[in-house]
């Protein structure tokens, strides 16, 4: 009797196994570090960029891999479509801390 059963398609299970550990990790370091620079906001002098910083890291890691793993899963999106989300998720997170690093969220 096998304690796990696992079926992937197109690849060995534990392959697919691996990959979604490791989602799962950035997923929850990236909130980790989201909760960390909010409550650095909260805590000191309050500068909104420590707010932006979170929502670019955010939409930078946490939003694209939850939609590369709950859109195939979830929806009969095809692939075109599930990158396109995810590429403008990330190009939306990157410019959310380019704009704080270069003082947008100062003001």
Do not use: K, N
Request: net charge positive.
């Amino acid at each position: 009797m096998r304690l796990l059963q696992l079926e992937a398609t197109g690849t060995d299970p534990f392959i697919a196994l691996g990959v979604l550990v490791l989602s799962v990790v950035s997923v929850v370091l990236s909130l980790i570090i989201a909760v960390v620079l909010v409550r650095g906001y909260r805590q000191g002098p309050a500068h909104r960029g420590t707010l932006w910083l979170a929502v670019g890291l955010i939409f930078l890691i946490t939003v694209p891999e939850l939609l590369r793993v709950g859109l195939p899963t979830a929806t009969g999106i095809g692939v075109v479509g599930r990158s396109v989300l995810v590429s403008v998720c990330e190009l939306f997170g990157l410019g959310t801390i380019l704009w704080t690093v270069y003082g947008g969220g100062a003001r």
